[in-house]
């Protein structure tokens, strides 16, 4: 199971990594997200649940986010259940789409995007 586990990720990662984020999957949570923003850096990681690379992504960004000490607000859009609110985003921000894509916004404005393996929060 160990290979199967390095691809998909154990139980209790996949249980730890859940904690980190707050969850986008309203109109009220991406609201509640802007509206954060005006008080410290918001950034809105848009994962593909079938997509290989965005779970890999996802994955390292993750670590990243464990080991950092930087005090941003982390929140979390599964694209394929809230496609909806995924094209908000893209609409709202002016932020061609893409999957993986991490999107920072402060004071209400997106301020930083990257996707793919650009993805890399000492970017930010």
């Not at 994962?47 to 990243?64: A, D, G, N, P, Y």
């Not at 950092?68 to 496609?83: H, I, M, V, W």
């Amino acid at each position: 199971m160990g290979f199967l586990d390095q691809i998909f990720g154990k139980k209790e990662d996949q249980d730890h990594s859940k904690s980190l984020w707050k969850k986008i999957e309203s109109q009220k949570d991406l609201d509640a997200a802007i509206e954060k923003s005006s008080q410290q850096k918001v950034l809105i990681f848009k994962h593909s649940t079938r997509c290989f690379i965005s779970k890999t992504v996802l994955r390292s960004f993750e670590k990243q986010m464990q080991a950092s000490d930087k005090n941003f607000g982390y929140y979390f859009l599964d694209l394929l259940a809230y496609r909806s609110i995924s094209n908000e985003i893209e609409s709202r921000f002016d932020v061609v789409h893409q999957s993986p894509q991490l999107i920072v916004l402060e004071n209400g404005k997106a301020i930083y995007n990257a996707s793919h393996q650009n993805i890399d929060l000492d970017k930010i």
